[in-house]
């Protein structure tokens, strides 16, 4: 178990003064589609340099075991902040949660889970669910159904895109939810199994235009969009949950078509807060990793040659894309798949789902550290990004709604959590 401490007031009275500078200068953004609910949270964007400088104090008193739960995006079995779900809070205490529709099945119960939830987080977290619109709705047992990304794409009007992208906003910030695992901008280029009604249209000037104005309206009412799933699945023939897909475009046909629509959001006004990549295999980009674990395409081109800075999120590591052997690629567990993605240029993991597995999976990357696969300095360029994030986006400072009969969270302050000599 880890142990939270405030070792001096002096790095608190620092903090308050740089949240107050921030505050003072930055720009407020709230769901305005509505009255806000108590659930519902006001954001106040902090410039990046600012952001910068606070997350990189966050991380100068965090422990290893603290930066590693950072890099978890964690799932809960149950529909109710059970023991299970408390158990992952306290001994993993990790940096996101995901959530399905079979958890938020009314707007009370999913409100009190995270709120839970959020209680229990040392560091507040990214709260995020699939919210697509049309069979990918998460929410579609507390709200009104949202049209698809096929059917956005029907009325070829980035203006109901937008609202599309506002109203979801509205309706996830009233849950508790923070950030959208959407959109989707995958250029649709064959009829695959995993892309009916998930893509805004067969041309990379559409999913742009589509997807650009849905991510622009999430992003404006105060939820972080992600864009998926690169380096791109339109061409895909087959479900990654069930195999890898192999994409046999050319370099050229991937930088016209799958590449476009990053290369054009990454260079926007608001770039996406997170990309998530997933386990597709592109022979003309790299003939032996799938893409979340080759550093080929996630820091050769991704940070490098799009110049991304942004938290890149795997998909699900469990998936049976990473863990069966298909061609060169020889398959892998979903423990070792963590520590390839974080070679590979991944920042946060989509895997655990119980405590034993989560122990697992921090316990594969410690012994990756300490065998030189991994190093702390590459930790810590994952977890900057994290914070980062959640510092511009408004999270920290976060005070998350009362849950009754709990007692008020102490969320981490500067030098709050002990130092850790393993950097």
């Given at each position: ?207 742009i235009r589509l997807a650009g104005a849905e991510l622009q309206g999430l992003q404006d009412n105060g939820v972080i969009g992600t864009i998926k799933h690169f380096p791109g699945l339109g061409d895909a023939t087959t479900d990654a949950h069930q195999s890898l897909p192999v994409i046999h475009e050319t370099r050229a046909q991937i930088e016209s078509i799958d590449l476009a ?163």
């Amino acid at each position: 178990m880890r142990r939270t401490t405030i070792t001096t007031l002096l790095w608190v009275a620092v903090m308050g003064m740089w949240l107050a500078s921030c505050a003072s200068s930055s720009r407020a953004t709230t769901a305005t589609n509505g009255p806000l609910t108590p659930h519902a949270l006001v954001w106040a964007r902090v410039p990046q340099a600012q952001a910068v400088i606070l997350a990189q104090r966050y991380l100068a008193g965090m422990t290893l075991d603290h930066k590693i739960g950072q890099m978890f995006m964690e799932q809960f079995i149950s529909s109710t902040y059970d023991s299970d779900a408390q158990q992952i809070m306290q001994q993993i205490q990790p940096g996101a949660l995901v959530l399905y529709r079979y958890q938020m099945t009314s707007l009370s119960a999913a409100q009190t889970m995270i709120a839970s939830a959020q209680h229990a987080s040392p560091i507040p977290m990214l709260v995020s669910a699939d919210n697509e619109g049309g069979v990918i709705d998460n929410l579609s047992q507390m709200f009104p159904p949202r049209p698809s990304a096929t059917e956005i794409g029907y009325t070829n009007n980035p203006q109901f895109a937008y609202d599309q992208g506002k109203q979801y906003a509205h309706d996830m910030l009233e849950v508790g939810l923070n950030t959208d695992l959407a959109p989707d901008v995958d250029v649709q280029t064959v009829d695959g199994p995993d892309q009916s009604t998930r893509t805004y249209g067969s041309t990379p000037d559409q999913v742009i235009r589509l997807a650009g104005a849905e991510l622009q309206g999430l992003q404006d009412n105060g939820v972080i969009g992600t864009i998926k799933h690169f380096p791109g699945l339109g061409d895909a023939t087959t479900d990654a949950h069930q195999s890898l897909p192999v994409i046999h475009e050319t370099r050229a046909q991937i930088e016209s078509i799958d590449l476009a629509p990053y290369r054009a959001l990454i260079n926007s006004s608001d770039p996406p807060g997170m990309i998530m990549t997933t386990d597709l295999s592109m022979p003309a980009l790299d003939n032996y990793w799938p893409a979340e674990l080759s550093p080929a395409i996630i820091t050769g081109i991704l940070r490098n040659e799009l110049h991304y800075n942004g938290v890149v999120l795997t998909d699900a590591l469990y998936m049976k894309g990473l863990s069966d052997k298909t061609g060169n690629y020889p398959g892998v567990d979903q423990y070792q798949a963590g520590v390839l993605a974080i070679k590979a240029g991944c920042d946060m993991l989509l895997d655990g789902y119980d405590i034993t597995s989560s122990h697992l999976m921090v316990q594969t990357i410690e012994n990756a550290i300490q065998s030189g696969q991994l190093t702390v300095a590459r930790i810590n360029q994952s977890v900057m990004r994290i914070l980062t994030l959640k510092f511009e986006r408004g999270l920290l400072p976060f005070t998350p709604q009362p849950v009754p009969g709990a007692p008020q969270p102490q969320f981490l302050s500067l030098a709050q959590l002990p130092i850790d000599n393993r950097g």
